[in-house]
């Protein structure tokens, strides 16, 4: 039985969003969609323990001269978060946003919170993906990078996470303290 799979394949259904299910490796890749565009999202799913973990694909990709100062600002993102990481591959500069839900035995999550990892995991990355952005392509010193972001100085967070917030649909999440 798969039943983390099939809460999450279930969940891209549920909501139009297609999907890849690559079978009997628990991978499913999915380009879910935000405003003006997508990410494309990998969900890694561990039957036998429980665990789904999303990851999230960063569009831009550091290049060699410049994964130093990209993983000094992934540092000083993840400094603080409460939910997730940033990760840079430093053999090819691909950095990826991940977080991850943790069901009990025999239990599957729901539609909502799966929604809810996802939303988090998304908001998260378009929040920083400015700084980052800055630093791959600008050559933006990290520290001032990241504390334009952290500090609402970069004009395109606040859209984001307004735009965000109002495509977010949480009427299907299903609240655990209450179930």
Not at 6 to 22: K, Q
Not at 89 to 99: A, N
């Amino acid at each position: 039985m798969n039943l983390l799979t099939d809460a999450v394949t279930g969940h891209f259904r549920r909501h139009d969003i297609p999907f890849v299910e690559r079978p009997g490796t628990g991978i499913v890749v999915a380009p879910v969609p935000v405003h003006g565009g997508s990410y494309t999202c990998v969900f890694q799913i561990d039957e036998r323990n429980g665990l789904v973990v999303i990851y999230s694909i960063c569009p831009c990709r550091a290049a060699d001269d410049r994964r130093a100062a990209v993983e000094d600002a992934l540092t000083r993102a993840n400094f603080g978060l409460p939910f997730g990481n940033f990760e840079m591959d430093m053999g090819d500069g691909s950095i990826r946003f991940k977080t991850a839900i943790l069901s009990e035995e025999r239990s599957v999550p729901g539609d909502g919170l799966v929604m809810h990892a996802l939303d988090l995991n998304l908001r998260t990355h378009e929040r920083y993906l400015p700084a980052l952005q800055d630093v791959v392509y600008r050559d933006l010193a990290p520290a001032e990078a990241v504390e334009r972001v952290e500090n609402g100085l970069s004009g395109d967070v606040d859209r984001i996470v307004a735009r965000l917030l109002e495509t977010c649909d949480y009427a299907d999440w299903e609240d655990p303290a209450e179930g």
